[in-house]
């Protein structure tokens, strides 16, 4: 095994426990409560990692190294730990806890309403008649398109990132009176996101899916490659896939997958709506890097967790839920939990009757067609093959029972 592939246990053991007796017996101690916290704490978070990339097993990707996303399986420990100490406090106290990692927060935030004036042309600005379409092409343009490419990597399923795309647009709709983030135009909603931005970023990604799944996986050493340039070219695709399993969920092969497959969409959804609930309450800016840290941290998380569901669902012979998908369940569980316990107000606010009578119908859509597919269909489909195999059989003529009975003896006696 290369340098490369080792696990180096004993290594980063003796580093450590180097960094430790440096720490305690050599490094000039300060007085300061306040400062000794924050290292200790830092310390106990790198103990944590190292034990964790060296110890914990594997998960289902490899590459560029099985230590990678080790890291992301401890992280995401980290991050659970966390999100239960804030659990445990008030509000006040989680906004102002989050000032010991950046003291710029802790802050009310500014209200952006999207939805306002949806006019693309307005006259009666001659100067800027489309400033309102400029208003809305932000950031968030191109964090939803690359976004979604990259959620399409990780889904593999062009229907069900539709789904998901619509679904969430839906959700605005449906939650604009809680959070005026939510408030948007309805070309905004269609066009912008729905349309161009997320519509592209999944086509995009199927495309990217398609070529890795015809793509040949030939693997060489890089030692046994001649050329530099050929090195090179090794060396960049160390970040590529090892090889590639692409998703056919058959969400309606059964009802415990399409059951699955509902609270798959359920627990996604929630991690989307998480992004917007939890900036809002514990006032952290969009463009900060605790936002922008945990979006990234979920797309690696989520590539993981969906692999190992996948295989869950799909193979008889795995009888285990994944680690970082049990993980992760509970950090969207728990980042849930948060925002129940800390704005129950706003999440509670009622539904206009419209939303809930949309909400009403479309629930009754589902269990109508979930009882005509699952049992209804079933059940019909059992009794056309019974009746078409009893009209086979009389086809075939009357049975003469003696004469059978008489075979049969005589098989017996020979």
């Avoid at 998901?164 to 309805?186: A, D, G």
């Avoid at 059992?382 to 003529?397: E, P, Q, T, Y």
Wanted: proline share 6%; charged share 20%.
């Amino acid at each position: 095994m290369s340098f490369f592939w080792r696990a180096h246990t004993v290594t980063v053991l003796v580093i450590m426990l180097a960094v430790l007796f440096y720490v305690a017996l050599f490094e000039e101690q300060r007085h300061s409560f306040d400062y000794n916290t924050k290292r200790g704490l830092v310390a106990c978070i790198f103990v944590f990692l190292m034990f964790g990339v060296t110890q914990t097993p594997d998960g289902p990707f490899i590459r560029p190294h099985p230590v990678v996303w080790r890291l992301v399986l401890c992280v995401s420990v980290l991050y659970e730990i966390a999100l239960i100490f804030i659990l445990f406090q008030d509000v006040d106290d989680a906004r102002q806890l989050l000032r010991h990692v950046d003291p710029s927060l802790g802050r009310p935030l500014p209200d952006k309403d999207y939805g306002g004036n949806c006019l693309i042309y307005d006259p009666e600005v001659p100067e800027d008649p489309f400033h309102n379409f400029k208003d809305k092409m932000d950031g968030f343009v191109t964090t939803h398109f690359f976004g979604w490419w990259l959620k399409t990597l990780i889904l593999r399923d062009y229907w069900l990132c539709m789904v998901l795309s619509i679904m969430f647009e839906v959700l605005e709709y449906t939650l604009e009176h809680q959070l005026p983030n939510f408030s948007e135009c309805w070309w905004d909603h269609w066009i912008m996101d729905a349309l161009l931005c997320n519509g592209l970023g999944i086509y995009l990604g199927m495309r990217t899916c398609e070529y890795l799944s015809m793509k040949p996986y030939r693997w060489s050493g890089m030692w046994n490659i001649p050329t530099y340039k050929g090195k090179l070219w090794r060396i960049a695709l160390q970040f590529s896939p090892y090889s590639w399993t692409d998703f056919d969920w058959r969400p309606t092969d059964s009802l415990k997958r399409w059951l699955a497959m509902l609270a798959f969409i359920a627990m996604f959804l929630l991690a989307e709506l998480g992004t917007f609930y939890l900036k809002f309450i514990l006032w952290i800016p969009p463009p900060h890097f605790l936002c922008l840290g945990r979006l990234v941290f979920l797309l690696f998380a989520g590539g993981v967790a969906m692999r190992e569901t996948f295989e869950y669902l799909d193979n008889p012979n795995c009888k285990k839920f994944g680690q970082q998908s049990w993980i992760l369940t509970a950090i969207v569980v728990t980042e849930v939990l948060i925002v129940l316990k800390f704005d129950w107000n706003t999440v509670t606010k009622p539904f206009p009757p419209h939303i809930t009578l949309f909400w009403i119908l479309g629930a009754l859509v589902i269990l109508l067609w979930m009882i005509w597919h699952f049992y209804v269909k079933r059940l019909w489909n059992w009794h056309v093959n019974r009746a078409i195999r009893d009209k086979k059989r009389l086809s075939n003529g009357p049975v003469d029972m003696y004469a059978a009975q008489t075979t049969t003896k005589k098989t017996k006696k020979q």
